[in-house]
């Protein structure tokens, strides 16, 4: 991986933040605002995919498992800070007598409630990826493995209506952390909030990749034997990976539930999941920007082009898929490197590495 | 470079991007500070009526796994709003609506419905079709203060000054299909249901029902919405030997309950099925095993009142469509011109002007299924209870009319059975 | 005995079903390393294939025999065209046909929500499916056995082509050592392109099962596809015998829960099941010995 001057990453992020957390509020209506903000929360789980799969090799096609605890953590608690003393009303609906389910009461508490949204991906994260790398699961089992995750996830969801609202979710917060969510100049705040996260969440992925953490990172994905016989142990180094992108997916779920106001299974599951990873092919898997940027273009897509032209947008989608994967690996934040790259030398193209890495991974 | 400078740069970026979120913040109205919150903050309606159009959103999923269902209804409102415009439109007005994708997505309705009233500033939406949609709308459209026409039979337990339902009640199509089958003599009942908010309330509400008129209920089965697969709840209807099962479920699945039902030896002869979900336009992708079986509705194609013939006729016609007229379709169709007859009585396309008017229980419609009439404080329309009997030809020959318009109960409050307790926290939940 | 006999039977049907969906899977996956996201929609081309045959010939006693084959073709043509436009750049980057057949998937699904009515078609069962076999008193539906019986051709089919034609000697040469292959002549570019035919009309066939017990409409494809590839997973890749084994005890399993629990619940519980066996046997049920380091 050819290493930029640093500069040109911090400038980059300075211009996001200042784009996302000045410009933005300024010149975008409510609603644009409160959907930017959406899209920001994809995009924080985008840079952790960018990390795990861009980065470190591993497809991680069920983030909607660690975006759903982070989501239904902070869900669970607004519900419950609307509902006050009383069981939450959907909750009455199919047992008015049953008290409140066990496992929601220390989501009362804002302390756990945000401890919860960090620590619950941490301990699964790393539960899972442990058991998944040391037993040397990769390539298309890893990622079928975590896609059937979050299709069990989903399903189990919609089937326990009165424990999680079931596949109509949960919706009608009125109130975040004390402050009333129908205000606008309080959705303004948890917009900026969503978007400041991604700041940071950007900041320390640039920070993970400069470090010899990250040199290791894409050694492991180009060439995981050659790791393990530098004497390095590729699973601790893939673990944290997974791990990071996990926490980001949380984060992302927690803030999509205060700037939505609803999170359902659907957001979660076997789509939403491989809806993430469209913004991050799109935008550029490995690099710093690209992961954000696509899944912020992909939210975009959506909102606009689905609402002018919905039949359009699931073919437009669809194409996407196929030719950026097809001509563009390395996604569209690859075209400008291309471009000079082909005026000055060759072989600056970081393509080649993905390849080998998964032809590897390939065989049986 | 150091790992201490590199600490400490890390450390004053995040503190600046901090800062600068709670300087722009922090501005915002409190829990207990009403004033500034919720109602109030409602931005004064942006609605356009100087010209000579009225902009109308319809809101329907027009891709994902429920545009199977709800093509239709997007179709059948194009319909409904071509023939106001020809007939001069609303107080004058011309319709001119905005179609939008809710993409079987619940947030996504969300999204849309606020995009709706605030983007493209509309005066009334139309649309949803699952309770799980109608739920994601209803904070929405209350908080902007837009109205929400519904068009889908529902669970009931529900009211909302911003949303009008023109679909059926529990009490105008659950509770006539207990009333036929106590009436037929069942006394064992079996409930099978998708996994979702509809079949979970009604199923709740037929066991209380059930209780009264001493039926039993000896099972009750949930498949996930997109699962087609039943033979392994079918093979426990089989066991438990039920007279009757009363069928809640919703969308592709039905097939698959139908052929598996059908597989195992269980016909419309022996073991029928009454169905909430099951009509004219779904009844076709089942083939002839789903014949003989019953549903319960409250407009059929096959109902012969003054209306209904038009209706088909010009459905038939129109270029988007099936070919049969169904519940929902004429539910939606009834939903465009309750929304002009309200317009019109109150001589406004105001929100609050429309309730007022609404609120004088003066609203009716010659609609296909009969005359409705709106019920202005609970916001659902009257509605004759039929009970169909699937023909050979995908039509339904009519088994059981309730003898006149049942007045729609959301909360059931006239049911002696339905506890009162129950409805006091669900009342109290919502509000 | 009903509770114990009926989630067996209904079970293996169910398995038997999921086999078929999986066959294509492990001729793609296991024996070329793609992985094809839209297969699921190659199944909902059998079905809807099933009927339009029907529109052609009425009587569904003969419309559903002659419906197989055809599907099989129709399937195939489709995976065929996939292989030469997209999927034969791709072979070096088996990872990313994931993302790409998942762009397909997107397309055929949305196009044949426009094509054929939304509500879905009627695919009529041939009448000589009609009843049921007594089997220690559980009355076991005939359309059951037949899933499992067209399984088994299918699988038979499947093995005897590999085994001992000279296509499927071929096709084993490849999976083996592709270089070594076209170096003794064989055109590894028919190789696959045979290969990715006979993958995805397999998904044709089981396409006209699954019009037989479900809805056939746009949205059919989106609930196998998964289940087929955990199944394809867990059997150990490029491995007939361990893809039956674990289709039919996938199958078993689930309809033991969603005897003894819910429906939904059943498909959770079998999930994580496969999922922590995978953790536990990462390559599977059964396993080829390679002298490949990873």
């Given at each position: 991986m050819t290493k930029s001057k640093p500069w040109i990453s911090l400038s980059g992020i300075g211009l996001f933040a200042v784009l996302l957390l000045a410009v933005a509020p300024l010149v975008l209506t409510d609603h644009w605002l409160n959907n930017l903000g959406k899209y920001c929360c994809w995009a924080i789980a985008a840079v952790g995919i960018g990390l795990a799969?861009?980065?470190?090799?591993?497809?991680?096609?069920?983030q909607g498992v660690f975006f759903a605890l982070g989501a239904y953590s902070m869900a669970m608690h607004l519900t419950l800070e609307t509902a006050g003393d009383r069981i939450p009303g959907f909750m009455v609906l199919y047992?008015?007598?049953?008290?409140?389910?066990?496992?929601?009461?220390?989501?009362?508490?804002t302390g756990f409630t945000l401890l919860a949204i960090v620590l619950l991906p941490v301990l699964l994260a790393s539960s899972l990826g442990y058991a998944l790398f040391k037993r040397r699961v990769k390539g298309a089992y890893f990622a079928i493995l975590t896609q059937a995750l979050a299709v069990a996830l989903a399903t189990l969801i919609s089937s326990t209506i009165r424990e999680?609202?079931?596949?109509?979710?949960l919706s009608d917060f009125k109130y975040f952390f004390g402050f009333v969510l129908n205000d606008p100049a309080n959705k303004r705040m948890v917009y900026l909030i969503a978007a400041a996260l991604l700041i940071v969440c950007l900041f320390a992925v640039w920070q993970l990749y400069r470090s010899r953490f990250g040199e290791l990172l894409v050694a492991t994905r180009d060439a995981e034997e050659r790791v393990r016989f530098l004497g390095y142990d590729p699973a601790n180094v893939k673990l944290v990976a997974f791990v990071v992108s996990a926490l980001m997916a949380s984060i992302g779920g927690a803030m999509f539930v205060p700037i939505v106001g609803i999170i359902t299974p659907a957001e979660i599951g076997a789509a939403a999941s491989i809806l993430m990873i469209a913004g991050v092919a799109f935008g550029?898997?490995?690099?710093?920007?690209g992961p954000a940027l696509g899944a912020i273009a992909v939210g975009w897509g959506q909102s606009s082009l689905g609402s002018t032209w919905p039949d359009g947008w699931t073919y437009i989608l669809g194409l996407l898929f196929i030719v950026v994967i097809l001509f563009l690996p390395n996604g569209l934040s690859s075209l400008p490197a291309r471009f000079t790259a082909a005026r000055?030398?060759?072989?600056?193209?970081?393509a080649p590495a993905i390849v080998a890495a998964e032809l590897e991974e390939a065989r049986p | 470079m150091s790992t201490t400078s590199k600490r400490l740069r890390t450390l004053t970026a995040m503190g600046a991007v901090g800062t600068t979120v709670l300087v722009l913040a922090g501005c915002g109205a409190r829990a207990g500070d009403e004033t500034a919150g919720s109602?109030?903050?409602?931005?004064?309606?942006?609605?356009?009526?100087?010209?000579d159009t009225i902009k109308l959103g319809f809101l329907n999923s027009?891709?994902?796994?429920m545009a199977i269902s709800e093509k239709t209804v997007s179709n059948v409102l194009h319909m409904g709003a071509d023939e106001i415009n020809a007939a001069g439109g609303i107080l004058g007005k011309k319709i001119a609506y905005v179609q939008e994708d809710g993409a079987t997505d619940w947030p996504t309705f969300a999204e849309k419905t606020e995009k709706l009233l605030?983007?493209?500033?509309?005066a009334a939406i139309f649309g949803g079709w699952t309770s799980s949609s109608r739920k994601a709308v209803k904070p929405v459209v209350e908080k902007h203060n837009g109205l929400f026409f519904y068009p889908v039979q529902y669970e009931g337990l529900e009211s909302s000054p911003n949303i009008y339902y023109t679909g059926a009640t529990t009490n105008q199509q659950i509770i006539p299909a207990m009333d036929f089958l106590a009436s037929r003599g069942v006394k064992k009942l079996f409930l099978a249901g998708s996994d979702y908010v509809f079949p979970r309330t009604a199923n709740a509400i037929i066991k209380l029902y059930a209780a009264k008129l001493g039926i039993e209920i000896v099972g009750e089965e949930y498949v996930p919405?997109?699962?087609?697969?039943w033979t392994s709840q079918v093979a426990k209807i089989v066991a438990a030997k039920p007279d009757f099962i009363f069928n809640t479920i919703n969308g592709s699945s039905n097939v698959g309950f139908i052929k598996a039902y059908y597989d195992a030896g269980l016909t419309a002869g022996t073991t029928p099925i009454i169905s909430v979900s099951i009509a004219e336009e779904e009844?076709?992708?089942?083939?002839?095993?789903?014949?003989g079986h019953y549903a319960s509705w409250?407009?059929?194609?096959?109902l012969k009142t003054d209306t209904n013939p038009k209706f088909i006729e010009s459905w038939k016609a129109?270029?988007?469509?099936?070919?049969v007229t169904s519940d929902p379709m004429e539910a939606a169709y009834i939903s465009l011109y309750l929304y002009k007859a309200l317009v019109e009585a109150a001589g406004s396309f105001d929100v609050d002007a429309v309730n007022a008017a609404a609120k004088k229980n003066t609203i009716t419609f010659d609609a296909p299924e009969g005359k409705v009439t709106l019920d202005?404080?609970?916001h659902h329309i009257s509605k004759p209870g039929h009970i169909g009997q699937i023909n050979s030809n995908n039509q339904f020959d009519i088994a059981w009319a309730s003898d006149k318009f049942i007045e729609p109960d959301p909360y059931l409050?006239?049911?002696?059975?339905?506890p009162a307790d129950i409805r006091k926290q669900l009342v109290d939940a919502a509000g | 005995m009903d509770a114990l006999i009926a989630p067996l039977l209904n079970g293996s049907a169910q398995g038997a079903l999921l086999l078929l969906a999986a066959l294509g899977l492990s001729l793609t996956?296991?024996?070329?390393g793609v992985i094809n996201m839209a297969h699921g929609e190659f199944l909902m081309i059998g079905a809807f294939t099933a009927y339009l045959v029907q529109q052609v010939i009425a009587s569904s006693d003969l419309s559903i025999p002659v419906a197989l084959p055809v599907a099989l073709v129709v399937a195939g043509l489709f995976g065929l065209l996939l292989e030469v436009t997209v999927i034969q750049w791709m072979y070096r980057r088996p990872l990313d046909t994931l993302l790409v057949t998942v762009g397909v998937s997107l397309i055929l699904r949305q196009a044949a929500l426009q094509i054929f009515p939304s509500q879905g078609v009627p695919v009529e069962k041939p009448g000589w499916l009609d009843g049921q076999l007594n089997i220690l008193g559980y009355e076991w539906p005939l359309r059951q056995l037949f899933s499992i019986l067209l399984a088994a051709v299918c699988v038979a089919a499947l093995a005897a082509w590999l085994k001992y034609t000279s296509f499927g000697r071929r096709i084993r040469a490849t999976v083996h050592n592709r270089d070594l292959a076209e170096t003794s002549g064989i055109s590894t570019r028919t190789v696959d392109r045979l290969t990715f035919f006979a993958g995805s009309g397999l998904a044709g066939v089981a396409g006209v099962a699954a019009s037989l017990i479900g809805g056939t409409n746009s949205q059919m494809g989106v609930q196998y596809i998964i289940a087929a590839f955990l199944v394809v997973a867990a059997g150990g890749i490029g491995q007939l015998k361990g893809t039956i084994i674990a289709a039919w005890a996938v199958g078993v399993t689930l309809s033991y829960f969603a005897y003894w629990t819910t429906g939904s619940l059943a498909q959770v519980l079998a999930f994580i099941l496969v999922i922590v066996f995978l953790q536990l046997?990462?390559?599977?049920?059964v396993t080829v010995r390679t002298r490949s380091l990873v």
């Open positions: 799969w861009g980065r470190g090799g591993m497809l991680v096609m069920g047992d008015p007598l049953a008290p409140l389910p066990v496992f929601w009461e220390p989501f009362r508490s999680t609202g079931g596949d109509t979710g550029g898997r490995a690099s710093l920007f000055r030398s060759p072989d600056r193209q970081p | 109602r109030t903050s409602a931005a004064p309606s942006c609605v356009d009526t100087s010209g027009l891709t994902g796994g605030t983007q493209d500033c509309v919405l997109d699962k087609d697969d009844a076709p992708a089942m083939g002839h095993e789903v014949t409250n407009y059929f194609q096959s129109y270029p988007n469509s099936s070919g202005g404080d609970n409050e006239s049911y002696d059975w339905f | 996956f296991g024996q070329m046997r990462p390559q599977g049920l």
